[in-house]
């Protein structure tokens, strides 16, 4: 994730969240992991140097939200819980 803050993040789970997008809708990822709506934001960074993260889906289709919050590519899985 490019410009992390200098707390880490909480890894929510080792594997990405599949979601059905929908074209053109607005969908704010979880950037904490603290989240109880995983891999959406509901506000639980609230305090902590964390915010969310919009995704604009470009197309409707299944997509793959990170869960363990160190991709490379957020808010999309890159596959970098195999690292951890």
């Known amino acids: 994730m490019a410009d992390k803050p200098s707390e ?3 890894i929510a789970q ?3 969240i599949p979601v ?3 074209a053109g809708k607005s969908y704010w990822w979880c950037t904490c992991g603290q989240s109880k709506a995983q891999p959406f934001c509901d506000g ?5 140097s964390f915010s969310p993260m919009e ?3 470009p197309a409707s289709r299944k997509v793959f ?3 363990c919050k160190h991709t490379e590519k957020a808010p999309l899985c890159d ?3 195999n690292k951890l």
């Open 8 to 10: 880490q993040p909480h």
């Open 14 to 16: 080792k594997l990405p």
């Open 20 to 22: 059905d997008v929908e």
């Open 44 to 48: 639980s960074h609230a305090g902590s």
């Open 55 to 57: 995704y604009v889906a």
């Open 65 to 67: 939200f990170c869960a």
């Open 79 to 81: 596959g970098a819980h």
